[in-house]
């Protein structure tokens, strides 16, 4: 795959899509996301996000690979969250980069202010994507969240 991918903002119908991107995740030790986000819980989420969030599909010719989101925050309205997901045989080759840059211009488009969101602990390679991207990650980081102003 080339860091230009084919890409498309999902819809219900792709919960199978974006489950099967999870299940290529493995037992990976955290990825972000529930245990149990099965089909029927990706299709409340993309319901859950409406207008105000996007969950867009990754493809390598027809096979889904990766995925990514905006979510909003209920709590702070000029802030969305952020999250990118790619199988382990598309890694760095620019995927979760170019995918990045989607969704952050969903972002900008909606009139998001602030991207925040959280990464795995002691994930390195989420780390180095997040700082490529301009995201703000403290040094001493507990929570192991990050911040990337648009």
Do not use: C
Not at 1 to 7: E, K, L, N, P, V
Not at 42 to 62: F, P, T
Not at 88 to 98: C, E, I, K, S, V
């Amino acid at each position: 795959m080339t860091r230009t991918g084919d890409f498309r903002p999902a819809s219900v119908d792709d919960a199978d899509e974006i489950a099967s991107v999870i299940r290529a995740l493995g037992h990976e030790e955290d990825v972000g996301l529930p245990d149990d986000f099965d089909e029927e819980r990706i299709k409340e989420w993309i319901r859950r996000l409406g207008n105000q969030g996007v969950v867009i599909v990754a493809y390598d010719g027809s096979i889904p690979v990766a995925f990514g989101a905006i979510d909003f925050n209920t709590t702070e309205p000029e802030t969305a969250l952020l999250g990118v997901w790619v199988a382990p045989d598309h890694r760095r080759r620019g995927l979760a980069t170019a995918l990045a840059e989607e969704l952050l211009e969903f972002a900008r488009d909606q009139g998001y202010r602030r991207i925040r969101g959280r990464l795995p602990e002691s994930n390195e390679p989420a780390l180095s994507f997040l700082s490529s991207i301009g995201a703000m990650v403290p040094l001493r980081n507990p929570k192991m969240s990050f911040e990337l102003p648009l």
